[in-house]
């Protein structure tokens, strides 16, 4: 069963911008935190930014702090995530998930957690 699409990604250059979008197609998202995760080539996933339900806060990894930003749309059931100066090693496959565990500022993936299929982005000139 799909729970997300995800859509947005491509090939960029150094210094440009993407924005990656994903609806939830079987729950309504406005009662849950929401986050993006990223896997590089040969690395482990990491968590890159997310939104938390209870403060409408975001919290972004120090990798990328300053440069992306999540925030959601409940009317669409969509999260977004947009990334600005982007650089080489930005360059993965970025999945969107939730609900999520927000918990003093770290996202976290939890059992119920449900994931988008991922889209890929290469920030390359």
């Known amino acids: 069963q799909v729970h997300f699409v995800e859509s947005g990604g491509g090939l960029v250059q150094p210094g440009g911008s993407l924005r990656l979008s994903c609806t939830a197609s079987?729950?309504?998202?406005?009662?849950?935190?929401l986050g993006w995760f990223r896997q590089a080539p040969g690395k482990e996933r990491e968590r890159v930014s997310c939104i938390s339900v209870a403060d409408g806060n975001t919290y972004s990894a120090d990798s990328v702090k300053g440069r992306f930003t999540t925030f959601r749309d409940n009317a669409k059931n969509t999260v977004y995530l947009q990334m600005n100066n982007l650089k080489p090693e930005d360059t993965g496959v970025y999945y969107c998930?939730?609900?999520?565990?927000?918990?003093?500022?770290?996202?976290?993936?939890?059992?119920?957690?449900?994931w988008g299929q991922g889209t890929q982005v290469t920030v390359s000139s």
């Open positions: 079987t729950f309504s998202i406005e009662n849950y935190s």
């Open positions: 998930a939730g609900p999520i565990l927000v918990i003093q500022g770290r996202c976290s993936p939890i059992q119920s957690t449900r």
